[in-house]
Structures are given as structure tokens and as C-alpha cells.
């Protein structure tokens, strides 16, 4: 079955919720995300003020991946794609699709937030694609990766 992509609603949330706890690296489960105040109810406003853009990947009917960022900030909230669609480009795609939004709003850089650790895949993951290893750690010990607009259209083979 074919993938597609379109921009996340906020009704796609449930959905996304489900995605993220059942993600091989770095799964969250709803009552984690909860505790630490991402629920849904405190995403819609955001998705609906336009500060939150998001997009989805469907294969048929199933939610299959999703990637969100902050239009304010610059920053790429979550990628995350269900384990038995990886290495497929749907994570490629999914991000960067959030990172051509997140330039046309103004942003000159990206960041993130990814593992320092690199038997996680995340580590490899954002670095073949050229983010820039920053040294910060932030509070959860994952470190801080940054993206130009420059580096982004060098490397094109994203939306290929």
C-alpha cells in the first residue's frame, strides 16, 4: 500500500498519542506524555493557532509516523515513525516536511533535541542528515542538534 503525507489535525492526535507509545527508540506512553503535560487537550490550541505544524504519514487508513515543530521557536518537537515502517523514508520525509515549514516561518536554524547516545538510531539518524552536534546536554541528557537553511537545501536527496 502506498504512503501518503498531508498536514496533522488536530483529530489525528489520538492517533499520533497511540503512534508514540508503540515506536521502537524512545516510546512514550500516554500516561508518560500526560505527566509531563502533552496531552492532546494542550496540543489543539497550539495545532490551531498555527505555533504547533505537524504532518502525518498513512499507509491506507493507519496512521504510520507523524513529525511536529514550534513555528515560534525553530524547533522540531518529534519525529516518530511505527517499527514496521522504518527504513522506508517515511522519517526522512516526515521531517522534512516540518523543517521546509519551520524555514518559511522565519526560522534561520533549526534545532532538536536527539539521543547522545549512539547506539540509539536517533544519534546516526539526524547526523546523515546533516545536523550539527551542538555539545549542550539539555535536562533529559539528550543532546541539542542544529540545522541551517543552507545545509537544509544542500541536502535535497531529503525530499527525494
Known amino acids: 500500500m502506498p504512503i501518503t503525507y498531508r498536514p496533522a489535525t488536530p ?22 506524555l500526560e505527566a509531563i503535560g502533552v496531552t492532546e487537550a494542550s496540543w489543539i490550541p497550539l495545532l490551531e493557532s498555527g505555533r504547533y505544524k505537524g504532518f502525518v504519514a498513512m499507509s ?37 516536511l516540518i523543517c521546509e515549514v519551520l524555514f518559511a516561518s522565519g526560522s534561520a536554524e533549526l534545532w532538536l533535541a536527539a539521543s547522545a547516545t549512539d547506539v540509539v538510531r536517533a544519534y546516526g539518524f539526524y547526523r546523515r542528515l546533516g545536523w550539527n552536534p551542538t555539545g549542550t546536554l539539555n535536562d533529559d541528557g539528550d543532546e541539542i542538534l542544529t540545522l541551517s537553511a543552507t545545509r537544509f537545501e544542500e541536502m535535497a536527496q531529503w525530499r527525494d
Open 11 to 32: 483529530q489525528d492526535l489520538p492517533a499520533c498519542t497511540d503512534v508514540r507509545g508503540r515506536t521502537r527508540d524512545n516510546a512514550f506512553s500516554r500516561q508518560q
Open 60 to 96: 491506507g487508513e493507519e496512521l504510520i509516523g507523524f513529525s511536529f515543530g514550534d513555528t515560534q521557536t525553530g524547533e522540531v518537537l518529534v519525529v516518530a515513525v511505527l517499527d514496521g515502517f522504518e527504513g522506508m523514508g517515511v522519517g526522512k520525509t516526515l521531517l522534512a
